[in-house]
């Protein structure tokens, strides 16, 4: 018996499976069975030259497969029935049959059919394509086809070899031709008869035609000349010029900034990551990963960026970078996740540093010479920076690109993006500067400084004053330097923060020796006695008395009167913000039921956002959140909020309140406060103030719908005194709510105290339990009229005569100035003015609560009453003692911000009359106030002074008055001045052109507008002033014909350069190096060549100080390391402020104000005032001054070039 035949079965279902996914053609296909001849419908894939057939599309194995290989494939017939046809075989007729026929006798075809005879033509076709043999065929032809064109190719080189060699024989041919036609032609020259010449042409002829030809050829170039000319000095080629300027800065700047992130991941990422993988690691994985988050991803970033363009200059003249920044834009989500982790990654720096090995291993790294004495903080800012300059950079790009260019489109995309981007840098570097800034000074301070790694001290003021020897004994606290000691005067390098001052002394490197004087244990007496005369006012003292040690006094003296209320002001502030111990504050204190902080927390209006104000997570000199953006009614209401008043966010209010607002809106506000407190304070500030608890403090507020809790504070009614039968009585006082009889009232009743003036009360003795509390309605004036009979007719004739009745007015007088007193003498605190003074006997800290003081003052004002008389105030009287207060507290407020505003700002008065007799009238009428007390009078009394005393600034010299000066017959030259006067004098002439600026030029980038003139005169006149000294430099050089004088005059200004470095105006160094560096000066070499070695290298020192490169690094390490007096360069601060403002705008999209760019906008400007105050101890000379101001001297730079052509004419090319 013949056996089946055998097939690998498991190989056929594989390719079965293979066919349902990747079958050639796959369908359902009605089969002809050859035992019943009938129809089914099978699914039918057609894999290579196999077809397989399934029970259905879902059928696992296959029920068949058919190989086609050598069979033909055709359409075939209907076929036909019986002559009786129904209609189910009509449709049938219609569908499209076709047979696979096989190619040996006795295999019965395959006879299938389809229903669309589009499908039926691809199954067939398909079939006929599934033949291996067919296949063999086709790629025999085409390697036929290759092996013939291989063999037409080989044979076309072989001919191009032979036309190559031809073609460099007839080259030859052609030179060897060309030799003997020239030598033909000198033999006939040589052998052509004299004769001959009388054949040629007329000699005028050929002499018309000479002169033809050279005015066709003149007239060409003329021409060409012309249109050159015309398009170099065209706005097209002007644009070409800028557009290729900026992206070759932009090259440069790009290749610096992958320099700085290659240092940042090599010098610091990995050898941290290496050190904590070691046995005793000095910081964590985790540490590493939080401080450098993304850092060596974006150096990968920018390193593709770029190469990419370097590969567009390679293209130069035609430079398209739209492409690049398309490459850069899907990457920014790796910039914003570095940006939000930025301020977590320098707290958490701040924490590293900490610990001292870590701190040590970091000061190694720093010391590499590639970090250029660069700290890692300095490192991780960088990329912050980026994203701006890349904004700047299109936005100029733009500006010099047609709106028809190619990439203006992708440009535009990319900026937009970008400054979305920006936005959020901005507010992260804003809410990180201070802690940059903590850590530079702590790491210019040789012993290091704990509490600038508390990332909650905020910075506040710096600058040098000058200790005054003192008459205590000892030294300052437990301090191991002699430098420091009290007896010796000297000049002192001073910090403030909010939470210390850093009294430090400038060693000869540059680093700062430190004493620590924490705010809290402090206060200032802003002239101490008898030393007004001596010092000039100019003195102020501070008192420190530590908890484990003597107290002991510093004596410092200000540069100027405005530069010791500055100084004063801000210490003063920094003290109540740390304390709390504002006037309101301290009285509520101890009967509040939550404590100051607490009562801040519960107001949401201060740390949770709204439509109107948006807060960063980063906390003020208050512990509150600072503001990030703002409206301008959220912003004047925080000036105003008589809870507390941060340091920080009044200064840099006071620098930007120009850009967002005007001084008449301020004022107006500060007058509503005084005039109408009750009505400018928000409800909830009040209702939160008098949240107090004298019976139930185990209870919590009211809910708040209580129709107490809404209800609106308007204007404050009139006030009434009840008639008794004793006018004056000792009374005791209990402080309470506004709100409702729940949280309690303000009481102020009787009690039996002696009429000692020296009784105290004591709360837990003494309280009468018969006394109730009336709620405090401001509405609706007295809920009880029977307690004040006359109220109606009196309010209606003078709302405010009961509230100035003689006998009220002194008790309540007595009460708030005893108040003070007493709480003065307990924690030393200074309000309402900088020049108060201590009573000799208060040398101790006092025990008296602040409650208590009211009992004191009450009994001192009273004469006694008989014990267990009762007596007491009626609801008028609480509601008028509440309103006294929150008015005091106003007044102290609005004193305290004009204190500062005019302290600090005096400018803005000078160029403003209207805003400087506003305030006169604003203060005239607050001394007319009947219930002002002594020290809000002082206070006021001095705010008047400052105002009406001239011009503090009358004492300096100005430009103007130099320039009037300048009447001297013969002007000095240049050999007779030394290069000391020269130096001293340009020092003194800068110094006085940058101490003019008005800070309000620095707001706005007036200086980029087409009317800069107009906006920003002091700063064009500025930038006029140093072009006019480098102008005089360069020309001083070059009047000399001679190369030895040349050289000797380069010399001498190297000179005055270095002592100009010396005296730290770096201004006028940058003025003479850039002069040195002009093409016409620095082409001459053989000038050059005689100017000595030592000359060379002071300049190569002196240019790298005040280099351009990394943001002028150099120049900021060098001006952070010197005191004042100093002059640095404008330029640097106004690129830093043009970074700022290009970067984000002044308001956002729902139009509030951008405080946080306001905050870095103030910080810079308060670092240029803190070198404007300081002035130079220099004699104004006039010989030299004439000078150096003499524009005679200067020549333009185009004769400057002609000049030194003639000197030293180009070389032959």
């Keep these: 018996m013949q056996k089946s035949v055998r097939y690998n079965e498991g190989h056929a279902l594989y390719l079965a499976v293979l066919a349902r996914k990747e079958g050639t053609k796959r369908g359902y296909l009605s089969k002809k069975t050859a035992e019943t001849s009938r129809w089914h419908d099978k699914w039918f894939a057609l894999y290579q030259n196999v077809l397989f057939y399934f029970e259905s599309e879902q059928s696992a194995r296959p029920a068949g497969m058919y190989m086609l290989e050598g069979c033909t494939c055709e359409r075939a017939p209907a076929p036909k029935g019986a002559s009786a046809v129904s209609a189910k075989e009509a449709a049938l007729d219609k569908q499209y049959y076709f047979t696979v026929l096989f190619g040996h006798e006795g295999q019965k075809p395959l006879e299938l059919r389809c229903e669309e005879e589009a499908d039926g033509e691809e199954w067939v076709e398909a079939i006929h394509q599934a033949s291996y043999s067919d296949i063999l065929i086709e790629r025999e032809v085409l390697m036929q086809k290759y092996i013939h064109l291989v063999q037409i190719v080989e044979t076309e080189k072989i001919s191009a070899n032979q036309l190559r060699h031809q073609l460099e024989d007839q080259d030859t041919e052609i030179e060897r031709l060309k030799s003997e036609i020239v030598a033909l032609n000198k033999t006939k020259e040589r052998m052509r008869p004299y004769q001959g010449n009388q ?32 398009y170099i000095c065209s706005p097209h080629a002007e644009s070409m010029r800028k557009r290729n300027q900026i992206v070759f800065n932009m090259v440069e700047a790009e290749s610096e900034y992958v320099h700085q992130l290659y240092i940042l991941v090599n010098c610091f990422l990995r050898p941290l990551r290496m050190a904590a993988s070691s046995k005793k690691p000095p910081i964590s994985h985790d540490d590493v990963s939080s401080v450098f988050l993304n850092s060596e991803t974006i150096m990968f970033l920018h390193e593709i960026f770029h190469q990419g363009l370097k590969a567009r200059i390679a293209n130069w003249p035609t430079l398209i970078l739209a492409d690049l920044f398309d490459i850069l834009l899907p990457m920014l989500n790796i910039y914003q996740e570095f940006v939000r982790n930025h301020q977590y990654s320098l707290q958490v720096l701040a924490n590293c540093k900490q610990n001292r090995d870590f701190d040590k291993l970091l000061k190694q790294y720093e010391a590499n010479p590639a970090c250029e004495g660069r700290m890692l903080e300095t490192f991780l800012t960088y990329p912050m920076f980026q994203i701006p300059r890349y904004i700047i950079t299109l936005h100029e790009l733009l500006a010099h690109t047609p709106h028809e260019h190619v990439e203006r489109k992708s440009l535009e995309f990319a900026k937009s993006k970008l400054e979305e981007l920006s936005r959020v840098m901005h507010d992260e570097v804003s809410d990180t500067e201070n802690i940059r800034k903590n850590l530079a000074i702590e790491r210019m301070i040789v012993e290091g400084c704990d509490i600038l790694l508390d990332t909650s001290q905020t910075f506040i003021r710096q600058g040098t004053l000058i200790q005054v020897p003192s008459v205590e004994r000892g030294k300052l606290s437990k301090v191991r330097l002699g430098s420091l000691s009290l007896k010796k005067e000297g000049e002192r390098q001073c910090f403030l923060f909010t939470k210390h001052f850093l009294i430090c002394t400038r060693s000869s490197g540059g680093k700062l020796h430190l004493l620590k004087i924490s705010i809290c244990n402090c206060f200032v007496l802003c002239e101490a006695k008898g030393s007004g005369q001596v010092f000039g006012h100019l003195d102020f003292k501070i008192v420190v008395e530590p908890a484990d040690a003597p107290p002991f006094t510093i004596v410092l003296l200000a540069p100027s009167r405005q530069e010791k209320a500055a100084w004063t002001s801000d210490i003063s502030q920094c003290v109540d913000n740390i304390r709390c111990n504002g006037l309101m504050t301290i009285v509520f204190e101890e009967n509040s039921k939550v404590t100051v902080p607490h009562m801040i927390k519960s107001d949401a209006r201060l740390h949770k956002d709204d439509i109107d104000i948006c807060f960063s997570k980063t906390l003020n000199s208050c512990k509150v959140p600072q503001i990030r953006y703002a409206s301008v009614e959220r912003l004047l209401e925080r000036l105003t909020d008589l809870r507390f008043l941060s340091i920080d966010f009044l200064n840099t209010f006071l620098h930007t309140y120009r850009i967002f607002t005007t001084a008449a809106v301020v004022l107006e506000k500060l007058s509503d406060i005084y005039k109408r407190p009750f ?63 729940r949280i309690g009232a303000l009481d102020l009743s009787t009690t039996s105290l002696a009429s000692s003036p020296t009784s105290t009360y004591s709360p837990a003795t003494s309280p009468p339990p018969t006394l109730s509390k009336v709620p405090l309605d401001l509405s609706k004036g007295p809920s009880s009229p029977e307690q004040s009979p006359g109220f109606a007719d009196e309010n209606s004739e003078n709302p405010r005569i009961e509230l100035c009745n003689k006998l009220r007015r002194s008790i309540r007088r007595g009460i708030i100035y005893t108040i003070y007193c007493v709480i003065k003498g307990c924690c030393f605190a200074k309000k309402c003015g900088c020049a108060g003074t201590r009573e000799a006997t208060d040398n101790s800290h006092c025990s008296v609560s602040p409650a208590s003081a009211f009992a004191i003052a009450t009994a001192a004002a009273g004469h006694g009453s008989p014990p267990g008389e009762p007596s007491g105030f009626n609801n008028s009287e609480r509601t008028c003692d509440k309103e006294f207060i929150i008015r005091r507290a106003a007044t102290n407020r609005v004193l305290n911000v004009l204190r500062h505003w005019v302290s600090k700002h005096s400018q803005d008065f000078e160029l403003n009359n209207e805003l400087k007799m506003n305030v006169l009238n604003l203060l005239e009428e607050v001394l007319r106030d009947p219930d002002l007390l002594p020290q809000e009078r002082k206070a006021t009394a001095n705010i008047l002074r400052a105002l009406s005393q001239e011009d503090q600034d009358d004492t300096h010299l100005k430009i103007e008055d130099i320039m009037q000066m300048l009447e001297c017959p013969k002007p000095e030259c240049f050999e007779t001045l030394s290069a000391m006067e020269l130096a001293e004098q340009i020092t003194l002439l800068d110094h006085i052109v940058f101490r003019s600026i008005p800070y309000e030029e620095f707001l706005g980038q007036g200086w980029m507008k087409l009317d800069k003139n107009e906006r920003t005169p002091y700063i064009m006149k500025t930038s006029q002033h140093f072009n006019d000294m480098s102008n005089l430099v360069a020309s001083q050089i070059m009047n000399y014909a001679d190369v030895g004088s040349r050289a000797n005059a380069i010399e001498k200004w190297v000179a005055v350069a270095d002592i100009c470095r010396c005296l730290h105006n770096y201004n ?34 002196l240019q790298k100080t005040v280099s351009s490169e990394g943001r002028f690094k150099n120049l900021r390490e060098t001006l952070k390391n010197c005191n004042p007096p100093s002059v640095p360069y404008l330029g640097m601060y106004l690129t830093d402020l043009a970074f700022i403002e290009e970067g984000t705008p002044n308001f956002t999209e729902e139009g509030l104000v951008n405080f946080s760019k306001m905050r870095m906008i103030s910080h810079i400007i308060r670092e240029i005032r803190q070198f404007q105050q300081t002035s130079y101890r220099i004699e104004y000379q006039q010989k030299v001054t004439q000078y150096l101001l003499d524009k005679s001297l200067i020549i333009d730079e185009d004769t400057l070039y002609e000049l030194s052509l003639k000197i030293e004419p180009r070389l032959p090319a």
């Design 199 to 230: 054949e040629e042409e007329d000699p005028d002829i050929k002499k018309i035609k000479k002169v033809q030809s050279f005015m066709r050829g003149w007239l060409c170039r003329r021409k060409w000349k012309t249109i050159v000319q015309d």
């Design 679 to 741: 009505t400018s304070i928000p409800v909830r500030s009040l209702e939160l103030f008098f949240a107090t608890n004298q019976n139930n403090r185990g209870e919590h507020l009211a809910d708040a719908k209580s129709p107490h809790l809404c209800r609106k504070f308007s204007s404050p009614p009139p006030l009434s005194l009840s008639r008794t039968s004793s006018p004056v009585r000792t009374r005791k006082l209990s402080l309470s709510s506004p709100l409702n009889s």
């Design 1068 to 1101: 006028g160094v940058l003025e003479i190096t850039s002069a040195l560096n002009r093409s016409a000066i620095y082409r001459l070499k053989k000038t050059w060549a005689k100017v000595s070695k030592q000359a060379k290298a002071l300049m190569d020192k």
